[in-house]
């Protein structure tokens, strides 16, 4: 198993900034997701994040709007830019489980925001 | 594309009451089937998986099987506690190289003494 720790856990945003969501984890991964959760509604793939090259991006996401970084195998941020109210959500980090089994993720406590 | 369904909560049940979540999906090929749940306050976490048709995933009481011609992974328990109740999400990973999953809506439990 993986332990991830995101940052931060929760915020409250003002229309039109940019907030940076940090992930952690304590063993080296290859590949990172992000997900979306947005109130009421089921997790969404936003990216994949692997080290050493530019995120994959989900239909329906963009750079521009969710740029994400991966600088090591440890660790990754996801921004999420010029946010407006309709960005409320989780946005969850999530590792693959290293049993060779297709979909068994682990996954951060999530950060939840909350745009105004 | 692969969808996964899931009924519709909130489930309100009474302590020692038997539980099904009903989840169907649609898939090409051969999908790994998961449920995962998300405690007050928590991230996700895998409750159970099966990998192949008429594997039966268990974990804490709870059963799943994985139904391939009813396409369907139901999820059991026979008898609930308070503390089960949190949010129910099933969902099926089908690519094969990649580790990317199709949730569900999720399903919230809630379980009364």
């Known amino acids: 198993s993986a332990v991830i720790s995101q940052k931060p856990s929760r915020d409250i945003c003002q229309r039109g900034t940019s907030l940076t969501i940090q992930c952690q984890v304590d063993?080296?991964?290859?590949?990172m997701f992000w997900y979306r959760q947005q109130p009421g509604q089921s997790l969404t793939l936003i990216a994949t994040?692997?080290?050493?090259?530019?995120?994959?991006?989900e239909s329906g996401f963009v750079i521009d709007k969710f740029p994400i970084s991966r600088p090591n195998l440890t660790f990754s941020t996801l921004t999420v830019s010029n946010m407006s109210p309709e960005d409320s959500s989780i946005y969850l980090c999530?590792?693959?489980?290293?049993?060779?089994?297709?979909?068994?993720?682990?996954f951060g406590e999530g950060s939840r925001l909350t745009v105004l | 594309g692969d969808s996964v369904t899931q009924m519709e909560g909130p489930v309100t049940l009474s302590e020692e009451a038997f539980l099904t979540i009903n989840c169907t999906y649609t898939?090409?090929?051969?999908?790994?089937l998961f449920w995962y749940v998300q405690y007050p306050g928590e991230g996700l976490q895998l409750l159970l998986k099966?990998?192949?048709?008429?594997d039966k995933g268990s974990n804490k009481g709870f059963e799943a099987t994985y139904r391939k011609e009813t396409t369907s992974f139901h999820l059991e328990k026979g008898s609930v506690q308070v503390s089960d109740s949190a949010v129910y999400f099933c969902?099926?990973?089908?690519?094969?190289?990649?580790?990317?999953?199709?949730f569900g809506k999720g399903t919230m439990l809630l379980v009364s003494p």
């Open positions: 969902a099926l990973g089908n690519i094969a190289g990649y580790s990317t999953l199709t």
């Open positions: 063993s080296q991964v290859t590949m």
């Open positions: 099966a990998t192949k048709a008429d």
């Open positions: 898939a090409t090929g051969y999908p790994s």
């Open positions: 994040a692997n080290q050493g090259s530019e995120a994959t991006y």
């Open positions: 999530s590792v693959t489980g290293g049993q060779g089994i297709v979909g068994e993720l682990f």
